[in-house]
């Protein structure tokens, strides 16, 4: 086995995730944010261990990530949390994932491929209450797509959600307007007569200050992972990482006073200094733009 390596401790993962349920009322569900391969963390191990320990759902970028899944025998929901192009609705209908929606065109293209596979597919109207990416802004164009997909009979309106854009700063005031916002729309939804299953806002950092954006369902990515912002670490005391890399020195050496070490000479020695390689690079993940910031 290579000396250089990632240890992922999937224990610590059950706990984080447990010391997040405790924040929540027991009618508030987990979705699990395993986007990007679970942040480099190994999507399918972690996806599982992530459902063992209470989460009901997992989130995603791509659904390319959710073929992975549910080749591997995992069968919860699965949420695409970003924009999808034409291309990809096959992947959506025949891998019965969950999509993202904020287009009324997109609803009818979904429509459309689903009753031609005699399928149903599950959808989730994006608000942008303040994010300023994707998402339905106007009221009114958000109640009109959520008719528009409430009427359709290929597909369900199974959420509606949000997301913050500075929950994890100290400043909380945009986070608020955010969460009003989105509670408005929530309400108007409702007096239309419409009742989506999930409706979720809160991400790790909202999970823990505002307790008031919960809702029924909360998603967490860095948490269960065992990160937390600056904003809110005595608030998250118990949090772990799970990830540890592990390597070992292949060589030592002196140098002398005014010797420079590797690219653009960013170390020189003030004095005689020993000096370790450890075998580590760019394939590794590790940033150049790290040079004389890590330790070891």
């Given at each position: 086995?290579?000396?250089?390596?990632?240890?992922?401790?999937?224990?610590?993962?059950?706990?984080?995730?447990?010391?997040?349920?405790?924040?929540?009322?027991?009618?508030?569900?987990?979705?699990?944010?395993?986007?990007?391969?679970?942040?480099?963390?190994?999507?399918?191990?972690?996806?599982?261990?992530?459902?063992?320990?209470?989460?009901?759902?997992?989130?995603?970028?791509?659904?390319?990530?959710?073929?992975?899944?549910?080749?591997?025998?995992?069968?919860?929901?699965?949420?695409?949390?970003?924009?999808?192009?034409?291309?990809?609705?096959?992947a959506?209908?025949?891998?019965?994932?969950?999509?993202?929606?904020?287009?009324?065109?997109?609803?009818?293209?979904?429509?459309?491929?689903?009753?031609?596979?005699?399928?149903?597919v599950?959808?989730?109207?994006?608000?942008d209450?303040?994010?300023?990416?994707?998402?339905?802004?106007?009221?009114?164009d958000?109640?009109?797509?959520?008719?528009?997909?409430?009427?359709?009979?290929?597909?369900?309106?199974?959420?509606?959600?949000?997301?913050?854009?500075?929950?994890?700063?100290?400043?909380?005031?945009?986070?608020?307007?955010?969460?009003?916002?989105?509670?408005?729309i929530?309400?108007?939804v409702?007096?239309?007569?419409?009742?989506?299953?999930?409706?979720?806002?809160?991400?790790?950092?909202?999970?823990?200050?505002f307790?008031?954006?919960?809702?029924?369902?909360?998603?967490?990515?860095?948490?269960?992972?065992?990160?937390?912002?600056?904003?809110?670490?005595?608030?998250?005391?118990?949090?772990?990482?799970?990830?540890?890399w592990?390597?070992?020195?292949?060589?030592?050496?002196?140098?002398?006073?005014?010797?420079?070490?590797?690219?653009?000479?960013?170390?020189?020695?003030?004095?005689?200094?020993?000096?370790?390689?450890?075998?580590?690079?760019?394939g590794?993940?590790?940033?150049?733009?790290?040079?004389?910031?890590?330790?070891?």
């Amino acid at each position: 086995m290579r000396s250089t390596r990632a240890i992922i401790n999937l224990s610590k993962l059950e706990r984080n995730i447990k010391i997040i349920k405790k924040q929540l009322n027991s009618n508030t569900a987990i979705m699990a944010i395993v986007k990007a391969n679970a942040y480099g963390h190994g999507i399918v191990e972690i996806s599982k261990h992530a459902l063992n320990a209470g989460a009901v759902a997992l989130g995603i970028a791509i659904p390319e990530e959710g073929i992975t899944l549910r080749h591997e025998g995992i069968d919860c929901e699965i949420l695409v949390l970003g924009g999808i192009d034409v291309h990809q609705i096959d992947a959506i209908v025949d891998y019965n994932l969950s999509v993202c929606l904020f287009s009324s065109d997109m609803a009818k293209l979904l429509n459309q491929r689903a009753k031609a596979k005699n399928k149903c597919v599950k959808v989730h109207v994006k608000i942008d209450s303040g994010m300023g990416r994707i998402g339905v802004r106007d009221r009114d164009d958000i109640l009109q797509l959520c008719q528009l997909v409430a009427n359709m009979n290929n597909l369900r309106l199974e959420g509606i959600f949000t997301h913050f854009a500075c929950a994890d700063e100290c400043d909380n005031n945009y986070s608020l307007i955010q969460l009003d916002h989105f509670k408005e729309i929530v309400s108007a939804v409702n007096n239309a007569k419409i009742y989506p299953k999930w409706i979720h806002a809160a991400n790790t950092d909202a999970i823990f200050n505002f307790p008031e954006s919960h809702f029924n369902m909360v998603r967490s990515g860095i948490g269960i992972y065992g990160y937390s912002s600056e904003a809110g670490v005595k608030s998250r005391t118990g949090l772990e990482p799970i990830l540890s890399w592990h390597t070992k020195v292949v060589h030592i050496k002196e140098v002398e006073p005014g010797c420079s070490v590797s690219y653009g000479r960013s170390y020189v020695a003030r004095n005689h200094r020993r000096v370790a390689t450890l075998p580590v690079g760019y394939g590794d993940g590790y940033n150049r733009l790290l040079s004389n910031r890590g330790w070891v």
